[in-house]
């Protein structure tokens, strides 16, 4: 399944859960208070219906402003907060960079793209690497990042998926722009044991069907 597929599933199931969770804290209250639908709905103005179809989980789609406001009347409040989910949203730039390194790729050697790490629980594995190239008994992850802006947390990132799915060569591709040859050339060396390799040197070791050591380089 493709990471975009996995992230609307997981934000669509997320939805279901939260409507579900504030259907029944505002039954909840609702009873507590002694209040009929129709008058929990008149104090926040929406119709008794509206409140029946809230508690009952049959309303597809709730407003935030509507939830909040319902919430208050009953004594509740409404609390909505974003936080990461580990899955970096890739740019439309960075397709046809990828797409060039692969298209260097030579037999026996064969590559995919956009490939799910190993589950380590009954949750939903998000990451993906950018691609897997593979063959000869080895695996070599590629990571292809459009604008660098915090060395150190994309190291920590990449890091973690290493050690969640271990491979033999893992390589971190860098678009090939003023900002991110700025920001390399000040804190490269946060990238710990990841050398930089010279851009050509992989492209001739991809069509000669060999893997290139691990490292980071420009494209």
Same mark, same amino acid.
């Given at each position: ?111 995919? @793209? ?40 994309? @190291? ?64």
């Amino acid at each position: 399944m493709a990471t975009q597929e996995r992230l609307r599933s997981r934000g669509a199931a997320k939805g279901r859960r939260t409507l579900a969770e504030f259907a029944a804290d505002i039954r909840a209250a609702r009873l507590a208070a002694s209040l009929s639908q129709a008058e929990a709905g008149r104090r926040a103005g929406l119709s008794g219906d509206k409140v029946w179809k809230i508690e009952h989980e049959r309303l597809a789609t709730l407003s935030i402003l509507e939830a909040c406001v319902l919430a208050a009347v009953l004594g509740l409040d409404f609390s909505g907060r974003s936080f990461p989910n580990g899955a970096p949203i890739r740019d439309a730039g960075q397709a046809p960079r990828l797409a060039a390194l692969l298209a260097e790729v030579g037999s026996p050697l064969s590559y995919v @793209t956009d490939v799910p790490l190993p589950k380590r629980d009954d949750a939903p594995e998000l990451r993906a690497w950018d691609a897997i190239i593979a063959g000869s008994g080895e695996r070599t992850a590629i990571e292809l990042e459009s604008r660098v802006t915090d060395v150190q947390a994309t @190291t920590r990132r990449h890091n973690q998926k290493r050690l969640d799915d271990p491979v033999d060569h893992f390589l971190l591709v860098l678009a090939d722009t003023k900002h991110n040859r700025l920001v390399m050339g000040e804190f490269a060396v946060l990238l710990g044991d990841l050398p930089r390799l010279r851009t050509e040197t992989v492209r001739r070791l991809l069509r000669a069907g060999k893997h290139p050591p691990t490292g980071w380089m420009f494209i």
